[in-house]
């Protein structure tokens, strides 16, 4: 791994386009970053200590916050890193490492929000039987397929990019390990590991979409025919914050990754990547808070709990 076939390590020029304004980036991507961080971590800590979110709907919504504080731990520190020094470098193992864990995590996340989907549509389809079709056994194996799934099927995908040749050169044009800029620096034959990605894309991204569009397609109906307008809206209402989930989630992702060959704009590529590594980890735990009663009920519980321990003291 010395000689330029095996490099020790790969360049990621990141931003480097926007040459010094680059530092400018920094404050406002940490921020964001730190944000998301505490935002999803609120919401963890939220459906664990409270027993009123002791339900599978929240058990998945704390996995997927969980998967998102992973996600932008894989690729944001390094990128705001690199904005502060013109030594962009990352190191092969690091880089196939990077690799895994965030595609690994990513389709996780696809695979939850489907269980997701699955959930409501129990909920509000077969409400009678709810608690016996989705009872705890159940829910821990639908997340434990979810989790292990990918990260089994990722270590072939990786194994293939480690033993790639990589004779152009040694500089990543994207601020992580992202696909479409390994392949382009590989002189190997790329169509069978590119007709592989895109298996890989359908199993996890459509086929999870695919689910998701049912389970709404059979919520859909389910719902107009409930008699009272006020029963359609407590019952749309469940669903609501799931749904911007999954329409952010599943529409920049497919746009990024289901797509067979690697003739990609990488410059438009880079700017929805990081759109979907900072600012939708920011904004999902505002979602979940602003479009779901039940978590704005207990948050204004916890903050009313607070304020009287504050006038106790």
């Not at 999803?40 to 459906?47: A, E, L, P, R």
């Not at 390994?182 to 459509?206: G, I, K, P, Y």
């Amino acid at each position: 791994m010395a000689n330029l076939s095996h490099p020790s390590e790969f360049v990621l020029l990141g931003f480097s386009s926007f040459g010094k304004l680059q530092v400018l980036l920094y404050g406002p991507l940490l921020m964001l970053y730190l944000l998301a961080f505490v935002g999803n971590t609120v919401i963890i800590v939220m459906v664990i200590a409270n027993t009123h979110l002791h339900t599978p709907m929240y058990f998945f919504l704390g996995n997927f916050s969980l998967l998102e504080i992973l996600v932008t731990m894989t690729a944001v520190p390094k990128m705001l890193s690199d904005l502060l020094t013109s030594h962009k470098v990352i190191s092969f193992n690091g880089c196939m490492v990077q690799f895994y864990f965030y595609f690994s995590l990513g389709s996780t996340s696809f695979l939850i929000l489907s269980d997701m989907a699955l959930d409501r549509f129990m909920a509000i389809c077969h409400p009678l039987r709810y608690g016996t079709l989705m009872s705890w056994a159940v829910c821990v194996r639908l997340a434990g397929v979810a989790w292990a799934a990918p990260f089994l099927a990722m270590v072939p995908t990786v194994l293939s990019r480690a033993y790639l040749n990589y004779c152009h050169n040694n500089i990543i044009n994207h601020f992580f390990c992202d696909n479409a800029p390994l392949l382009q620096l590989s002189c190997s034959d790329t169509r069978l590991l590119e007709f592989w990605d895109f298996v890989m894309a359908l199993a996890f991204v459509l086929s999870s979409f695919l689910v998701t569009l049912i389970s709404y397609g059979y919520i859909v109906t389910t719902v107009l025919r409930i008699p009272s307008a006020s029963g359609r809206h407590k019952a749309f209402s469940t669903c609501g914050s799931h749904l911007t989930l999954v329409f952010i989630g599943y529409s920049s992702t497919i746009f990024l990754y289901v797509r067979p060959g690697k003739a990609h704009s990488v410059e438009v590529n880079k700017t929805v990547a990081l759109v979907t590594s900072v600012v939708t980890p920011f904004l999902n735990p505002f979602i979940l808070t602003f479009r779901n009663e039940t978590v704005k009920a207990v948050l204004q519980g916890q903050i009313q709990r607070l304020k009287g321990l504050h006038k106790g003291l």
